[in-house]
């Protein structure tokens, strides 16, 4: 019985893991579509077949739902990082930062949800702003990790401050990303992106050459 029991059990999360990936797939949608704020609860249970009350068992609100988004953007964008060529110059943290904004610029709707739930993120209080706070000490500590390892292969110069370094690329690309929102899509976000790490290739790597970070999507992927 108790075998019986645990079959059962782990059939039920499955299909509630399921169905809550569908419902995320068609939020996902319904905001890049609509808009965050022209999209209802019940157009999104309609949406994944299922009723008003189907929908808030597994997403209470639809501020939730929206921090429930941003997580999987931040799952995939760890995903992404983890399929990312061996740095063999010093230049691989640059270049895995250009190609991830390169994938998140053909989403431009998870880019405009990462905004939104930045805003919620500022409120202590929101489910969101635990979420932020490790993605950003994540994220830094995993881009400081990868300048630190080309310092010891001796790549890059070793008397600089790269956890700050690590945050102010963050803090370029994040905010480059809220004035493409702000502009409706008008700046050149991977441009910009790209060439501010090419200006801080020259300072950071020991022979203090200049680099090429273009096409890291499609070099990246070979």
């Avoid at 990312?84 to 230049?91: F, I, M, R, S, V």
């Avoid at 895995?96 to 409120?123: C, K, N, R, Y």
């Avoid at 209080?125 to 881009?143: F, G, I, K």
Wanted: some cysteine; overall charge negative; charged content about 25%.
């Amino acid at each position: 019985m108790g075998a019986v029991r645990e079959d059962r059990e782990r059939g039920s999360y499955s299909v509630g893991r399921a169905r809550r990936e569908l419902i995320l797939d068609v939020a996902i949608a319904n905001f890049a579509q609509l808009g965050y704020s022209q999209t209802s609860m019940a157009k999104i249970a309609q949406d994944a077949g299922l009723t008003g009350p189907g929908l808030t068992h597994h997403f209470p609100t639809k501020k939730h739902l929206l921090v429930a988004v941003a997580e999987r953007r931040f799952t995939m964008l760890r995903e992404f990082a983890e399929q990312a060529p061996e740095d063999t110059d010093g230049t691989g943290p640059l270049r895995q930062m250009v190609w991830l904004s390169e994938l998140l610029h053909a989403q431009p709707g998870m880019i405009e949800l990462f905004v939104l739930v930045t805003a919620e993120a500022a409120d202590p209080t929101s489910a969101a702003h635990d979420l932020y706070l490790a993605r950003y000490e994540r994220v830094v500590s995993e881009l400081a990790a990868g300048f630190h390892r080309a310092v010891e292969a001796g790549h890059l110069r070793p008397d600089l401050d790269y956890d700050g370094i690590a945050r102010e690329c963050i803090a370029v690309a994040d905010g480059l990303q809220l004035q493409w929102v702000l502009t409706g899509g008008r700046i050149d976000l991977i441009g910009l992106i790209r060439n501010h790490l090419e200006r801080l290739a020259p300072a950071i790597l020991v022979s203090g050459r200049t680099v090429d970070l273009s096409g890291e999507v499609s070099s990246a992927r070979r």
